[in-house]
């Protein structure tokens, strides 16, 4: 196993904190799993893409000339678009995509904090086989499952982002004080259903308004991962949230007045603060 950096700092940094820190449970526990950036030149069989939407694309391109042929790339971004951009700069390697409900937050510079158990679907889009390396997710006691409708996880997991996400930046609020803007939330549920049954992906559409108030209530003292980006100043996934559910609406003439005001409303808010909108 190898952490790959994006360069000879940040692998100093590293190199000083001694390794990367877990904290589960209250219980802290630094791993000194090998490093080396994206210079180096080992090849590479199996690598998981860990970054945000907006930088899969160029994290994969810095280390694409090390893949081995066949290798396979582990994609855990959020949204959509991103997983189609690394696939088309990588054709002979194999994608696979991941839709993941694990929590966890990063407290300090390479450590994380485990911050709720969830689950994985992994699955690619060419219908093909279980990968042989599942059996070592199952000993490491990681929950999964290999899924022949992996789209369809991640337009659903897209949508609740969608129906969630960008009200808690622009009401400022937690996800469990959404329960005080209701309509807002079935305004957006109600379009998110409409363009997943218009662009083919009706399975993500099923029950959808139930799952949203589920993981509202679930989550309720949570403050979600784009409110997050906004309060410390980060740039944000939107173009492959809200972004591409409206570009896919457009695409297929579905009428989406409410999801595009949101995101109007949304690129407004950022760019008030000076963060990309994009």
Known sequence: MRLILR????????????????????QRLTLDIAAQTVDDDEPIQRVLVACKAYDAEHAVASIAPRLRPGAELLLLQNGLGSQDAVAALVPDARCVFVSSTEGAFRDEDFSVVFAGNGFNWLGDTQNGAAPAWLDELSLAGIPHQWSSDILDRLWRKLALNCAINPLTVLDDCSNGDLLQHRDEVDALCDELVQVLQTCGQPEAAVGLHAEVNRVIQATAANYSSMYQDVANGRRTEISYLLGHVCTTARAHGCHAPYLNRIRGQLIAHLQARGLPSD
């Open 7 to 26: 360069d000879a700092t940040r692998l100093a940094a590293y190199a000083r904190k001694g390794g990367l820190t877990l904290d589960e449970q209250g």
